[in-house]
């Protein structure tokens, strides 16, 4: 079975690096028409296109920041982990970094620093940020770790180094989660796997923080729950509208309005659908169906990229898509490294 596990991870990382790179060019789109999709897709199989290759984003740069301090520390150090996060925004501060999280990853270069989580937790008023930006980066947890508590535990933290709202890290251990589950092939069982999804954020939004939260926030009890109930009863639907996607889950930067938003993507593209071509295997309707969506395209292909590539595999990724992209043959070289990781006793 080791062939099959490489694949998938290898698929989870490059899966989440092309949606980063491909989802960049509709990022903040209201409206984005699905022709606009396929003909943004069909350019990357046409090898004379001169706008060379698509760049990827913070998403990326901050994944690959995560990956790397898993990998050197062989274990989570939130020092290492905070020094590396500063250290790429000071190479590339350009790569689109949500607005606030600069402020934060300001702070974590200074070295006298003595709580890498402080400088979250003064953000947006004490608050702490919700955005998707813990989520966006949160796949190689779960090829860092084998049980479900640890990816849980560890992306939570790992999420809280920039985004200290229960919202924030909650949504990171919830695509940790997922990434987890599809890698263990839990996705031949789509029901299963949402029931399961639902029942670990329950015990996560059961937490008295989650709850105050939630209520500062005016947002239901179970926030992350609720929005997977109503994954689930898309699922059930026969036909679901773009327009009742975004009304229902969202499309948005925060991770609540765009990480169940993400697994419904990968949901729903497990089969044919219609408008998507027809010789299009699940990652990429996964991708295009992400893209048409709109709103933060780029991270919601991203993780839905991640969740989709774990499930199909490196295998199921077109090499016109992986040439197109910037950042693939690393993240390629990370899974491997991850994995071997992994498999040590
Ligand atoms: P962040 O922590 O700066 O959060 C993103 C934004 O969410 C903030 O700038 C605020 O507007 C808002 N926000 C978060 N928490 C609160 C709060 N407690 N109260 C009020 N407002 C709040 O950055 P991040 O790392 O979470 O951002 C990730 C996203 O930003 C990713 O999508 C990434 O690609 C990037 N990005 C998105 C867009 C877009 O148009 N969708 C554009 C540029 C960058
Ligand atoms: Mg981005
Ligand atoms: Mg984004």
């Not at 606009?36 to 901050?62: C, F, K, P, W």
């Not at 989660?177 to 996560?204: C, D, R, T, W, Y």
Request: contains cysteine.
């Amino acid at each position: 079975a080791a062939p099959v596990m490489l694949s998938r991870f290898r698929g989870a990382l490059v899966g989440s690096v092309l949606g980063d790179c491909i989802g960049g060019e509709f990022e903040g789109a209201v409206d984005v028409p699905l022709d606009r999709v396929l003909q943004h897709l069909s350019a990357l199989e046409d090898e004379t296109r001169g706008d060379g290759i698509l760049q990827y984003s913070d998403d990326t740069a901050m994944m690959r920041c995560v990956a790397d301090s898993l990998l050197t520390r062989m274990a989570f150090d939130e020092r290492d982990m905070a020094r590396r996060f500063a250290k790429e925004y000071n190479l590339a501060p350009g790569r689109g970094y949500g607005s606030g999280v600069i402020q934060v990853l300001r702070k974590l270069a200074s070295p006298h620093l003595k709580d890498v989580f402080q400088p979250a937790q003064a953000q947006f008023g004490g608050r702490g940020s919700f955005g998707n930006g813990g989520a966006m980066r949160a796949a190689p947890f779960a090829l860092a770790f084998k049980s479900r508590a640890d990816v849980c535990r560890y992306s939570r933290l790992g999420a809280m180094l920039t985004h200290s709202c229960s919202l924030g890290y909650n949504g990171a251990a919830l695509q940790a989660l997922a990434v987890h589950l599809s890698l263990q092939g839990a996705l031949a069982l789509p029901k299963e796997f949402i029931n399961k999804l639902i029942s670990e954020m329950e015990e996560m939004e059961k937490d008295e923080t989650a709850q105050l939260d939630a209520k500062a926030l005016n947002l239901s009890d179970f926030p992350y729950c609720s929005r997977l109930h109503r994954v689930k009863e898309l699922m059930d639907r026969n036909s679901v509208s773009i327009e009742e996607v975004i009304s229902e889950l969202g499309n948005g930067i925060a991770a609540l309005q765009s990480v169940p938003t993400a697994i419904f993507c990968v949901l729903h593209c497990l089969e044919p659908r219609d408008g998507l071509p027809e010789r299009f295997g699940g990652l990429e309707r996964t991708i295009a169906y992400s893209l048409a969506l709109g709103g933060d395209t780029d991270t919601i292909a991203c993780m839905a990229g991640a969740i989709a590539g774990a499930h199909y595999g490196i295998d199921s990724i077109p090499q016109s898509w992986q040439k197109s992209c910037e950042g693939v043959e690393e993240a390629d070289d990370l899974a491997r490294r991850l994995y071997d990781l992994y498999c040590l006793p």
